[in-house]
């Protein structure tokens, strides 16, 4: 079973040949997504919708999932939860092909994989932070101000 490699590949073959509207859901709920040993996501669970259109298949995803992150302010790690909602045409030719450049595989399998990747990154902010009110570590002694105080503090929060 090398299911895991490819966790989020569906099998759309039969929609190739559905009429124009048909569609399915498929779910997902996966312990840990894993992209490579330092981009993992974890409680990963959502539908991709697949409609069959004129022009190809048009994929609605909506996930969400977890992922581990380091605050900017105090460098603790914590765990952020991401959501993300998208839509995309997989193309049944050129003519059709959207700008994100996706055709259906002649194989009838689609990968969400690389997409949902995509999406999910576009969600973890750039400047991550554990808490709206993290105080931060002392830019001086190094003291983790949520947890304790030092001397150096004084008035001037404006860590960030
Ligand atoms: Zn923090
Ligand atoms: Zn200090």
Redesign the pocket.
């Given at each position: 079973m090398n299911f895991s490699r490819f966790p989020l590949r569906i099998n759309i073959g039969f929609l190739i040949n559905a009429p124009v509207g048909t569609n399915r859901d498929f779910e997902f709920e996966l312990p840990t997504l894993r992209y490579h040993p330092d981009q993992e996501f974890h409680d990963f669970k959502g539908t991709a919708r697949v409609t069959r259109t004129q022009q190809g298949l048009f994929v609605q995803g909506d996930f969400e999932t977890m992922v581990t992150s380091e605050c900017v302010r105090c460098l603790a790690e914590f765990v952020q939860p991401l959501q993300t909602t998208f839509s995309e045409l997989y193309a049944f030719d050129q003519r059709s092909i959207t700008e994100s450049n996706l055709l259906v595989p002649p194989d009838g399998y689609i990968d969400l994989g690389p997409l949902v990747r995509e999406y999910l990154i576009l969600e973890i902010p750039i400047r991550p932070i554990c808490r709206e009110d993290c105080k931060g570590l002392?830019p001086?002694?190094?003291?983790d101000w949520n947890a304790s105080t030092?001397?150096?503090?004084h008035g001037s929060s404006s860590q960030d």
């Open positions: 002392c001086i002694c190094g003291e030092c001397e150096h503090q």
